[in-house]
């Protein structure tokens, strides 16, 4: 059969069926919990989990937990009130900032910054972007980008020093929040549902004991694509599943394309299945409009990607019979 994107097409009231009998299964008889919670972002993933959870458990034992923090977007608090509000769950306004800057998350990140850029300060903005996987042969090395006060922006590549620094500083953003999520699910003795799909949990797009954590990820055999099927059987509100997939951690906006993945997420989500079927690449650059030497460089990145998140979803490492 000819490759085309038609793959990855699924019956999306024969996913969710399967999908709330396993949140119903896993919650209430084997983990023997009362609930789900789960963070809340504005995103098409916590959406179609809340709204699974809901199906599963019931509306009323679905928390969703709304976590901003001062680089939010305020359009991520305003949709998942939104999404909140359709499904009818409860909610629960967790601010994050005054954690953050305890934890000197803030501090920290400037610091990083101020190795690149010395004048960085109060009133700039940052983010971090990787080039295409399109556009050649590249180093895959991050820039850094800031904008100051007067909209004037600079953009530089960054020290592996500078980067470390930065991301270790901007991860405490996702582990403050699944701590408050495991607050929560020890008070209610709910579990915590966790939101990755299937392309970020294969690619590491999490962070290690942030939202990479969880008592049950519903959603992590789905590809993004299959995930944006369901939000729309599920009814998930229009502006949720036509919004950019967005990272939303820094004080600049920016995509999970140019953050992370390097390619849109359908085009990614193909890839990754062609890669792992072991479909030629002339096929899928055929399917996809893009050149096979395109597509060997996405699988070369996959695999890369790959070794490093074999040490982000690690178990700890046990001494044998000690």
């Known amino acids: 059969m000819t490759f085309s994107r038609h ?27 009362k609930g789900a919670v789960l963070g809340l972002s504005g995103g098409v993933d916590s959406s179609v989990v809340a709204a699974l959870s809901a199906r599963a458990l019931g509306p009323e034992q679905t928390l969703g937990l709304l976590m901003p923090e001062r ?31 305890a934890a000197g998350c803030y501090r920290r990140q400037e610091e990083a910054v101020r190795r ?14 990787l080039p295409s996987l399109l556009d050649g042969d590249r180093l895959s090395v991050t820039r850094l980008n800031i904008e100051s006060p007067t909209g004037v922006q600079q953009s530089a590549r960054m020290s592996s020093t500078a980067y470390l620094e930065l991301v270790a500083a901007t991860n405490f953003k996702q582990r403050v929040r699944k701590m408050l999520e495991y607050h929560h699910a020890d008070r209610l003795r709910y579990a915590v549902a966790g939101t990755p799909n299937r392309l970020e949990l294969d690619q590491g797009f999490f962070v290690k004991q942030g939202d990479g954590a969880s008592d049950l990820k519903p959603i992590a055999h789905l590809y993004k694509t299959q995930v944006y099927a369901l939000a729309e ?3 998930v509100p229009d502006e949720i599943r036509s919004r950019p997939p967005t990272t939303d951690t820094f004080s600049m906006a920016q995509t999970q394309e140019e953050f992370f993945f390097c390619l849109p997420y359908d085009k990614m ?42 040490y982000l979803r690690a178990e700890p490492l046990l001494l044998a019979g000690g």
Request: glycine letters at 6%; proline letters at 6%.
């Open 233 to 235: 059987y599920l009814g």
């Open 71 to 101: 680089d939010s977007s305020p359009d991520s608090l305003r949709l998942a009130r939104q999404l909140a509000e359709v499904l009818g769950i409860p909610t629960l306004l967790e601010d994050a900032e005054p954690i953050l800057a």
């Open 7 to 33: 793959v990855l097409a699924i019956d999306p009231r024969a996913v969710t069926e399967q999908i709330v009998e396993f949140i119903r299964t896993s919650v209430r008889d084997v983990l023997r919990r």
């Open 269 to 310: 989500d193909l890839c990754l299945y062609g890669h792992d079927h072991q479909i030629a690449p002339v096929e899928v650059g055929a399917a996809l409009g893009l050149a096979a030497e395109q597509i060997e460089r996405v699988y070369r990145d996959i695999e890369q990607k790959r070794r490093v998140a074999q």
């Open 116 to 129: 690149v850029f010395p004048e960085f300060g109060p009133g700039y903005r940052l983010r971090l972007t």
